[in-house]
C-alpha cells in the first residue's frame, strides 16, 4: 500500500545481537566477536534517543535461555522504550517468559518458518502488537528473494512477499525484513527487497541489514519506504569507543579503537547524531533530547 | 489478605506489560504491587489497568475473574482507576473490535477501529506503531497547565489499531494524530483516567506520567 505514514517519525532501532551474557557482532560477519556487555550498549542507546531496542540471542539455546531472561529483566528496570525479544522463541509459553521477563514484544522466525500457525496462536494471546515477525531474505539468481531461516543458514525455497503476506494475515503486528546480502556489509540497505515488503504490507516494515551510514538510513525511508530502521555494528563500534567497559574481557577487539570509527566499511555514528542528520534532511524522527 | 493502604494495585489478568508498569512505578518511587485476585484491589487507593491484546478476550477475563466488579466497587469507594493503552479502552462503553463487545462503562465513549485510508484516500499502516505527539484539545484553554507537568507536543510511544472517541469532550485531557484522526490519547473523569500511549515506554516524558500519578496521591503514597 501508500504509505502517508510517512509523515510520522520513522523509528531508529539498534538491534543486538546476544550470545550468553555478551553483546557480540553482527552474525553474517565471519565468527562471533565480543563486543562488552548488551546491558551497558542498551543503556548507551537508550540515553541517545533510540526509538526502541531489539535483543537477538544468536545461539538460543535453552542452555542461554537464565542469563537472556536475567538480562532482559535488569534492562526492562531502567530503559524506559520498548525492548523487542528474539531467538530461539518456538511457543506461547517461551514468548510468555520474555514478556513475563520484561520484553514489550516478540520476534520470531525459524519456528514460524516450521510451524506458521505460531503467528495466529502468539497474535491471539498476547495481540498482534506484540509480535514482530522476523523474515530473512537473500536474492536468488533469478533476482526474487527467498526466506531463510536460521539466520540465513537455511533455504526454505519459499517467496519472501508470499510469506510476509501470509504472515500479516496470521496476525504478525510488524515485519523486520533483513537483508541477508547485505547484512554487516555496509554497503546500505537492499531498497528494492524493502520497498517490495513494504508495499505488499498493510503494517509496518523494518528494515534491517547493510546500514553503513547515514544516507542509507534516508534511503531505506525515502526509497525503501520503510516505517522503521534497524541497525546493528552500525551503531556498535561508535559505542564501543565511548563506553567504559565493565568487566569484559576486551581480548581481540583492539582494532575497533586502531581503526577509529571505520570498520569493515562502516561509517559508525551514534543514534544522537544519526538522527540530527535525518531531520537535517526533511526525515521525520522523535526529537530524543531529553 | 488486603494489601497496605498507598500502595497502587497493578491488575494481572493475564493480558499486560504488566512488568513495564512496575519497572515505571519503581523509578519514581510509586509503590505498587502486581495482583491478580480482585479483593486485593480494594483497599489500593489507585488501580492501574495495563493491557495489550484484544479486547473482547480482555472483558471476558475481567468479567470471569471478579476484576471488573472490583473496579466498579473500587470507583464508588473514591479510589482511582487508570487504564493504559487497551486499559484505557477497556474503561469505555462498547468496542467494535471483532463485532462488538461492552466495555466497563466507566467512561462515556466507543472504541473504534483506524481507517486503513484517510478520507483524502491515503494509506496508513495499521496498527500505528511509533513515537506520536501529545497535544491539548483545542478547546482547553491555553493558560491551564498542561496535565503531569508535560509539554504540548513532546512524543510518546504508541502501538494500536482501535482508538477512543469520547462522547464528552470534557473528558479529554490530551489528544493525537494518526491516519487522518484525531483521537483522544489522555482521558479523565473523576478519578478514572485513562492513557493510549505507554508512560511506561515513552522515556523520561512518559515516566512524568507516572510522577503525576504519584502526585495524585499525594500524601497516600507516602503515609
Known amino acids: ?290 | 489478605m488486603s494489601i497496605d493502604i498507598g500502595t497502587v494495585a497493578i491488575v494481572d489478568y493475564g493480558m499486560g506489560n504488566l512488568f513495564s508498569v512496575k519497572s515505571a512505578c519503581d523509578k519514581v518511587d510509586l509503590k505498587s504491587k502486581i495482583i491478580s485476585r480482585p479483593e486485593e484491589i480494594i483497599n489500593s487507593p489507585m488501580v492501574i489497568l495495563p493491557g495489550v491484546g484484544a479486547f473482547g478476550d480482555a472483558m471476558k477475563q475481567l468479567s470471569e475473574t471478579g476484576m471488573a466488579d472490583a473496579l466498579k466497587k473500587s470507583i464508588d469507594k473514591g479510589n482511582y482507576v487508570v487504564g493504559i493503552c487497551l486499559g484505557m479502552q477497556l474503561l469505555m462503553d462498547r468496542s467494535e473490535e471483532f463485532g462488538s463487545h461492552d466495555g466497563l462503562g466507566l467512561i462515556s465513549g466507543n472504541v473504534l477501529r483506524f481507517p486503513q485510508y484517510s478520507l483524502e484516500g491515503l494509506g496508513y499502516k495499521i496498527p500505528n506503531v511509533g513515537w506520536r505527539k501529545v497535544l491539548a484539545p483545542d478547546r482547553m484553554n491555553r493558560s491551564v497547565p498542561f496535565p503531569f507537568n508535560l509539554a504540548t507536543g513532546i512524543e510518546m510511544y504508541f502501538v494500536h489499531s482501535f482508538y477512543v472517541e469520547c462522547i464528552n469532550q470534557s473528558d479529554v485531557m490530551l489528544v493525537s494524530n494518526y491516519a487522518g484522526t484525531q483521537f483522544a490519547t489522555g482521558i479523565r473523569s473523576g478519578k478514572v483516567l485513562g492513557f493510549q500511549f505507554h508512560p511506561e515506554r515513552s522515556g523520561v516524558h512518559g515516566l512524568k506520567v507516572y510522577k503525576g500519578l504519584l502526585d495524585l496521591l499525594g500524601g497516600n503514597s507516602r503515609n
Open chain 1, 1 to 290: 500500500m501508500d504509505n502517508a505514514g510517512g509523515k510520522y517519525p520513522i523509528r531508529i532501532i539498534p538491534r543486538l545481537d546476544i550470545k550468553g551474557p555478551n553483546l557480540v557482532k553482527g552474525v553474517q560477519m565471519e565468527g562471533l566477536r565480543v563486543l562488552g556487555s548488551p546491558y551497558q550498549f542498551a543503556g548507551k542507546y537508550y540515553k541517545d534517543g533510540a526509538d526502541e531496542l531489539i535483543y537477538m540471542d544468536v545461539v538460543a539455546s535453552l542452555y542461554g535461555r537464565n542469563s537472556l531472561l536475567s538480562l532482559i529483566e535488569r534492562t526492562a528496570k531502567d530503559i524506559f522504550i520498548p525492548l523487542t525479544v528474539g531467538g530461539g522463541i518456538r511457543s506461547v509459553e517461551d514468548v510468555r517468559d520474555v514478556l513475563r521477563a520484561g520484553a514489550d514484544k516478540v520476534s520470531v522466525n525459524t519456528a514460524a518458518l516450521k510451524r506458521p500457525v505460531l503467528i495466529r496462536e502468539i497474535a491471539e494471546t498476547f495481540g498482534s502488537s506484540t509480535l514482530v515477525v522476523s523474515i530473512e531474505a537473500k536474492k536468488t539468481k533469478a533476482g526474487e528473494y527467498e526466506a531463510y531461516a536460521d539466520y540465513g543458514r537455511e533455504a526454505t525455497g519459499m517467496d519472501v512477499v508470499q510469506w510476509a503476506e501470509k504472515v500479516e494475515s496470521l496476525g504478525a503486528g510488524e515485519v523486520l525484513i533483513t537483508s541477508i546480502d547485505n547484512e554487516g556489509s555496509g554497503r546500505g540497505f537492499d531498497l528494492e527487497l524493502t520497498k517490495l515488503i513494504s508495499r505488499a504490507l498493510k503494517i509496518p516494515v523494518i528494515a534491517s541489514g547493510g546500514a553503513g551510514r547515514v544516507s542509507d538510513f534516508y534511503d531505506s525511508v525515502m526509497v525503501g519506504e520503510a516505517d522503521a530502521v534497524s541497525a546493528a555494528s552500525f551503531f556498535h563500534y561508535d559505542a564501543y569507543q565511548n563506553l567504559d567497559h565493565e568487566g569484559s574481557n576486551n581480548e581481540g577487539n583492539r582494532e575497533f579503537l586502531q581503526k577509529g570509527r571505520q570498520y569493515f566499511g562502516i561509517e559508525s555514528d551514534s543514534v544522537e547524531s544519526l538522527k540530527h542528520g535525518l531531520i537535517e534532511k526533511s526525515v521525520p524522527c522523535r526529537d530524543s533530547r531529553q
